[in-house]
């Protein structure tokens, strides 16, 4: 079975369609840090209500715990997404309530409205399916046809992303589609050289994306705090830098896998080390085998990529046909330690091909640190969800729109 998209689901002039998106964005009480997933869902929407469709928006944000929250509430996104349309959106302060049926009820064609916080009742996440049944039928009961473009939550068996679309005609969203275009490109079709830049602070989270990709790649560049086990499979000393110990013999294996298929793995030469995990904190440059022999001994802390392992990963970046970026490189949030970051995102933008930032803290990253989302082939929406694809596994929120 292939994808089925809106155009699937016939004429829909007057029809109510759900739309799950995700607007899981940041905020800083009611102002939203980061909109890139409301100017996401935008061309889906537009689409939508071109079409005279009455469109009820659905989305989570954070982690209420299964009751409302003030601090999660939507309406904040809701408030953006109707600047973004330059069109009345409306709000429901209920998600399966009262408030939100009449909403529905008083929906003309064309106009759209926001359902607050799915996560605000605990049938979204439960681990019990007849509960998620229960509380997708709930929402079945306002469309007519379900639309799913929450790219960021396919890897979820949720109400909203699984059985609502088992319940009503369900099609897949604008960013859904494109999405795994470039994910296929990047799995299936990759021009050449194609090098995977990962980042982030934990090795094991990255340890299936490493497998699935090992055969498929030419280079591979370690950064972030994972590197350090790295460096301990190489035999380092790393300090008091982040290390998973366990994974050490693991790491060992790829090494050794990446030597017999003749895939480049690339760790850093050299790194940032602190004194302590602050802004504030005293910093040298340090090779990569001398960690521990700075100042600061064995409680030194590596934070960033050195300055002469970031110019040549831009170096291996810009020499490339396809890059897929996963995870920043150092502490970006912090000043002294977002160089190597930066220097990374820089390179992406100038890729004479496909240049893909996967989600997540690199989406964060390269919007903290001034690069328009245009400078790049393709930001993803959803960090979690692009690494489980490129792992090879089967995300749910797909499957239940045909994709196979």
Same mark, same amino acid.
């Given at each position: 079975?292939?994808?089925?998209?809106?155009?699937?689901?016939?004429?829909?002039?007057?029809?109510?369609?759900?739309?799950?998106?995700?607007?899981?964005?940041?905020?800083?009480?009611?102002?939203?840090?980061?909109?890139?997933?409301?100017?996401?869902?935008?061309?889906?929407?537009?689409?939508?209500?071109?079409?005279?469709?009455?469109?009820?928006?659905?989305?989570?944000?954070?982690?209420?715990?299964?009751?409302?929250?003030?601090?999660?509430?939507?309406?904040?996104?809701?408030?953006?997404?109707?600047?973004?349309?330059?069109?009345?959106?409306?709000?429901?302060?209920?998600?399966?309530?009262?408030?939100?049926?009449?909403?529905?009820?008083?929906?003309?064609?064309?106009?759209?409205?926001?359902?607050?916080?799915?996560?605000?009742?605990?049938?979204?996440?439960?681990?019990?399916? @007849?509960?998620?049944? %229960?509380? +997708?039928?709930?929402?079945?009961?306002? #469309? /007519? !046809?379900?639309?799913?473009?929450? &790219? *960021?939550?396919?890897?979820?068996?949720?109400?909203?992303?699984?059985?609502?679309?088992?319940?009503?005609?369900?099609?897949?969203?604008?960013?859904?589609?494109?999405?795994?275009?470039?994910?296929?490109?990047?799995?299936?079709?990759?021009?050449?050289?194609?090098?995977?830049?990962?980042?982030?602070?934990?090795?094991?989270?990255?340890?299936?994306?490493?497998?699935?990709?090992?055969?498929?790649?030419?280079?591979?560049?370690?950064?972030?705090?994972?590197?350090?086990?790295?460096?301990?499979?190489?035999?380092?000393?790393?300090?008091?830098?982040?290390?998973?110990?366990?994974?050490?013999?693991?790491?060992?294996?790829?090494?050794?896998?990446?030597?017999?298929?003749?895939?480049?793995?690339?760790?850093?030469?050299?790194?940032?080390?602190? @004194?302590?995990?602050? %802004?504030? +904190?005293?910093?040298?440059?340090?090779? #990569? /085998? !001398?960690?521990?022999?700075?100042? &600061? *001994?064995?409680?030194?802390?590596?934070?960033?990529?050195?300055?002469?392992?970031?110019?040549?990963?831009?170096?291996?970046?810009?020499?490339?046909?396809?890059?897929?970026?996963?995870?920043?490189?150092?502490?970006?949030?912090?000043?002294?330690?977002?160089?190597?970051?930066?220097?990374?995102?820089?390179?992406?933008?100038?890729?004479?091909?496909?240049?893909?930032?996967?989600?997540?803290?690199?989406?964060?990253?390269?919007?903290?640190?001034?690069?328009?989302?245009?400078?790049?082939?393709?930001?993803?929406?959803?960090?979690?969800?692009?690494?489980?694809?490129?792992?090879?596994?089967?995300?749910?929120?797909?499957?239940?729109?045909?994709?196979?």
């Amino acid at each position: 079975m292939t994808l089925r998209t809106i155009e699937s689901l016939g004429p829909l002039a007057g029809r109510r369609v759900v739309v799950r998106c995700d607007l899981n964005v940041p905020l800083q009480g009611e102002v939203i840090t980061d909109d890139g997933r409301v100017r996401a869902s935008v061309p889906t929407i537009r689409a939508l209500t071109g079409g005279r469709a009455r469109v009820i928006v659905v989305s989570h944000l954070g982690r209420p715990e299964g009751a409302p929250d003030p601090k999660y509430s939507l309406a904040p996104v809701a408030s953006r997404l109707g600047e973004l349309l330059d069109a009345p959106v409306a709000f429901a302060t209920d998600t399966v309530g009262a408030d939100a049926a009449a909403k529905v009820a008083a929906l003309g064609d064309g106009e759209v409205l926001v359902l607050e916080n799915l996560r605000f009742n605990p049938g979204e996440t439960s681990k019990n399916e @007849a509960e998620r049944t %229960a509380f +997708a039928g709930e929402l079945a009961g306002f #469309a /007519d !046809a379900v639309v799913s473009d929450g &790219f *960021g939550v396919v890897h979820r068996k949720q109400a909203s992303v699984y059985e609502l679309e088992e319940l009503r005609p369900s099609a897949a969203g604008l960013l859904i589609a494109s999405e795994l275009d470039v994910l296929d490109r990047l799995t299936e079709s990759p021009e050449r050289p194609y090098t995977v830049v990962l980042g982030g602070s934990k090795v094991s989270d990255k340890l299936g994306v490493i497998a699935h990709l090992l055969p498929r790649v030419d280079t591979l560049l370690i950064g972030g705090g994972m590197l350090f086990t790295f460096f301990a499979a190489r035999g380092h000393k790393v300090a008091s830098s982040l290390l998973e110990a366990d994974q050490i013999d693991t790491v060992k294996g790829y090494l050794a896998q990446a030597e017999e298929r003749g895939v480049s793995i690339v760790l850093p030469t050299d790194v940032v080390v602190a @004194a302590s995990f602050s %802004a504030d +904190a005293e910093h040298v440059v340090a090779p #990569a /085998d !001398a960690i521990e022999d700075t100042p &600061f *001994g064995t409680s030194g802390l590596g934070l960033d990529i050195g300055p002469a392992t970031a110019a040549a990963f831009a170096a291996r970046i810009r020499e490339s046909k396809t890059v897929f970026w996963n995870g920043p490189m150092g502490v970006f949030e912090l000043a002294p330690f977002a160089e190597g970051t930066r220097v990374v995102a820089e390179a992406l933008t100038e890729v004479d091909g496909l240049s893909v930032v996967g989600g997540g803290d690199s989406a964060a990253a390269v919007r903290q640190l001034g690069f328009p989302d245009k400078a790049f082939g393709h930001i993803s929406t959803g960090g979690g969800a692009s690494l489980e694809f490129l792992e090879g596994k089967k995300l749910p929120g797909l499957e239940v729109l045909g994709w196979q």
